[in-house]
């Protein structure tokens, strides 16, 4: 009889019940600000709490609302699903706001609020570093502040930002990842710098959602184009909820072009495909491919180690206990479930699995 596979859950998003619960984790100049100026939460991005995409209908609190406590996180994901470790990904509006003093206190006050209310309370699990993208500077100060906590494993920044990310002035980025042993995960959602497509500003969430596919593949193609992942041959990223169906068409358009314009990139080397099946990875919610169609598609990717396996916690991807997605070939289950994940994060090794807390 096959034992079953304990699983690695690489996006799993904790929600502060309001910005109160980060003013115990800020200085006291920013606590003030946060009540001087009648702030009370940063939740509500761009997709409403009550949206039913937002939040799953079985995983709501009696007030409608997820993702609050480690104890539903136990109850609803990690027990039921086998959850061998589970990567905390945050995602509340600190990237929103246009102060980049306050989106910097912000985000500290985030991470170490993950860092007490999570982390330190199941064993189980690890986080990202969730990055204020305003400067270089200030993103790697918090990496190298967080990076002595060997329970982060990730630094995690939006698809939509202020400039591509691919550009030489997050370079630093990188290298402070690459230093540390640091995934970058690059995750569905904007800091709304910009509209979310390339002809102007959406007018219903469909069409949002939508557009984070776009996103992704401009970030993709930046990250090859600039030279950004060959600088950095060591650095794995992530793609969060970025879907799967839209990589290999991509990938054939973005190669196709390069071999006729590849003089003005002399730094592209080698072919753009190879170095992203090299150094990029997909979580496999949501799987956008129809049941009959996904063999298929995993072909195309031509490599059984770009999926990582992901629930996606609270948000709703799927129903009941169907967190594998249909279709998948049960043979890909040890690399899709664990296998790529330990590959893909060196912070997750057996031996660092179990050295916790090094800070």
């Known amino acids: 009889m096959t034992m079953p596979i304990r699983r690695i859950d690489v996006d799993v998003h904790p929600m502060p019940t ?29 997709w409403p709490i009550g949206s039913p995409k937002t939040i799953r209908a079985d995983w ?5 609302r997820g993702a609050s406590t480690v104890e539903e996180l136990q109850r609803q994901c990690l027990d039921p699903f086998d959850v061998e470790i589970a990567i905390l990904n945050p995602l509340y509006g600190v990237q929103l706001l246009f102060n980049e003093d306050m989106c910097a206190a912000f985000t500290r006050a ?24 305003h400067t270089p500077e200030q993103a790697v100060a918090e990496i190298e502040r967080l990076a002595g906590d060997r ?20 370079w630093p980025v990188f290298e402070a990842c690459v230093k540390h042993g640091l995934t970058l995960g690059i995750h569905a959602g904007s800091a ?73 990139v002399p730094w592209v080397d080698r ?31 031509r490599s059984d180690e770009m999926l ?14 169907a967190a594998i997605p249909p279709g998948i070939p049960e043979s890909l289950l040890p690399k899709l479930l664990r296998g790529n994940a330990l590959a893909t994060y060196p912070r997750l090794s057996p031996q660092e699995a179990r050295k916790g807390d090094a800070a």
């Open 18 to 46: 309001s910005l109160k619960a980060l003013t115990p984790y800020m200085d006291a100049f920013w606590a003030d600000q946060v009540v001087e100026r009648g702030m009370t939460t940063l939740d509500s991005q761009s």
């Open 60 to 64: 709501r609190d009696a007030k409608g």
């Open 110 to 133: 985030l991470n170490d609020w993950v860092r007490t209310e999570w982390l330190d309370r199941d064993d189980r699990l690890r986080a990202s570093i969730v990055l204020p993208m």
């Open 151 to 170: 329970r982060f494993v990730q630094a995690l920044a939006l698809v939509m930002g202020e400039v591509p990310l691919g550009r030489r002035q997050w």
């Open 192 to 264: 709304y710098r910009h509209p979310q497509t390339s002809v102007g500003w959406t007018t219903w969430y469909l069409e949002e959602y939508a557009a984070n596919q776009q996103a992704f593949q401009s970030t993709l193609a930046s990250l090859v184009t600039e030279g950004a992942l060959g600088k950095f041959p060591s650095l794995k990223v992530v793609m969060l909820e970025s879907g799967v169906t839209w990589l290999p068409a991509f990938l054939w358009r973005l190669q196709k072009v390069w071999k006729g314009v590849r003089f003005e």
């Open 271 to 301: 072919l753009p495909a190879e170095i992203v099946r090299d150094q990029v990875r997909l979580s496999a919610q949501p799987f956008d491919a129809p049941p009959d169609q996904a063999k298929r598609i995993l072909d195309h990717l």
């Open 308 to 321: 990582l396996w992901a629930s996606d916690w609270p948000h709703w991807q799927f129903d009941g206990d």
